[in-house]
């Protein structure tokens, strides 16, 4: 199994702060994420001036704030992006980060060279934007949440359509590039399976969609979690997640919409680091001895040891035969081969009977 990648959503967490933004790069690499990824947007080419909150949201922000208000104290600007992602070189840890539209995925492509693309669950089926997103040729991380798995053909449809060129988008064209170019996909997409709330129940997580996901589509699949606690992210590496996306916060009680959905830095690092033990846990699969276990085998195992004193010459039977430990001597499997010969020699009670009986 290859190295999972563990990303740390720190997303909106710096509530409009570089200083923040900055301590969260240094908690994500600290804590050993392989990315900390941001969320690049213009409130007024995201919402709606009029747009509703989200339960989660009036929860846990201002319930009379609108979202545009709330999104507008949330922007990073332009030099915010550059600090970032020099301090994400000075960390060794990837920049990433989501656009919500075309403008900014355009920006963060062209301007920023970022390297790889992030597409929301929101956006799932935003088509001009994952259309875009195709043109562009960067491998994408596409989460599903929210979505049913005819949304997921359709979003691929439209990413296969741009990853092989096409100039003039329409349904029909995307459903056909994916039926005839399937290939284009291949080591560029990603599915992260998701849960859209905020903290999502155990309930809600359906795990097994990351393989319907898998076995639907052939890509790779992982999982953008956000529920409490760890179980649903390790339980998702052991089933072949190769994508772990988990919120991150400096701290839950800060105000902001998804604080309290986040995992704090030494949590954060708990997770790392029982994903890392999952990964190596797993193996290769191949059902044999593991070489910790070598030396137990002879210490567990029984052998076929005398019940009583048998004497030489005097048949062997189920009542003066039995295993005990260890298992240096002739295998309990062979006990009913040795019913009806003759010991090769007298055996005290406890004795193992020896190997060569089984020649004679």
């Not at 709606?48 to 990073?76: F, N, V």
């Not at 997580?205 to 699949?221: E, H, Q, S």
């Not at 002879?298 to 003066?320: D, L, Q, W, Y």
């Amino acid at each position: 199994m290859s190295r999972v990648t563990v990303i740390a959503e720190a997303g909106v967490n710096h509530n409009g702060s570089l200083d923040l933004a900055l301590k969260l790069v240094d908690a994500a690499a600290d804590a050993g994420a392989d990315v900390v990824k941001f969320q690049t947007f213009r409130a007024d080419a995201l919402v709606t001036r009029a747009a509703p909150k989200a339960r989660y949201q009036t929860q846990t922000t201002d319930a009379t704030q609108s979202q545009w208000a709330m999104l507008k104290a949330l922007e990073l600007s332009t030099d915010d992006h550059l600090a970032i992602m020099a301090r994400c070189r000075a960390r060794h840890i990837a920049f990433l980060s989501t656009p919500f539209d075309a403008a900014s995925l355009r920006w963060l492509v062209t301007d920023l060279g970022m390297e790889q693309i992030k597409i929301g669950s929101g956006d799932m089926t935003n088509a001009p934007l994952l259309f875009e997103a195709g043109r562009s040729g960067r491998p994408l991380i596409l989460s599903t949440g929210m979505a049913t798995l005819d949304e997921v053909r359709e979003a691929l449809g439209v990413l296969a359509y741009g990853y092989a060129g096409g100039t003039a988008p329409s349904r029909a064209a995307c459903a056909e590039a994916l039926a005839i170019r399937p290939e284009v996909l291949r080591d560029r997409v990603t599915l992260l399976h998701c849960t859209t709330e905020y903290p999502a129940p155990p309930e809600s997580i359906n795990l097994r969609a990351m393989d319907t996901l898998r076995d639907a589509f052939g890509l790779p699949v992982g999982l953008s979690d956000h529920s409490e606690g760890l179980a649903a992210a390790l339980a998702a590496v052991a089933r072949g997640a190769t994508v772990i996306e988990k919120h991150m916060t400096l701290d839950q009680t800060l105000p902001g919409p998804d604080h309290r959905a986040s995992l704090e830095p030494r949590e954060f690092a708990r997770m790392v680091d029982e994903i890392r033990k999952v990964e190596v846990a797993l193996g290769d699969g191949v059902k044999q001895p593991a070489q910790a276990e070598l030396a137990n085998i002879a210490i567990a195992r029984k052998s076929v040891v005398a019940a009583c004193r048998i004497e030489a010459g005097e048949p062997f039977t189920t009542s003066n035969l039995t295993t005990k430990r260890p298992g240096t001597g002739v295998p309990p499997i062979n006990q009913w081969d040795l019913i009806g010969r003759r010991a090769d020699r007298s055996y005290e009670a406890d004795e193992l009977v020896t190997k060569d009986v089984m020649n004679a």
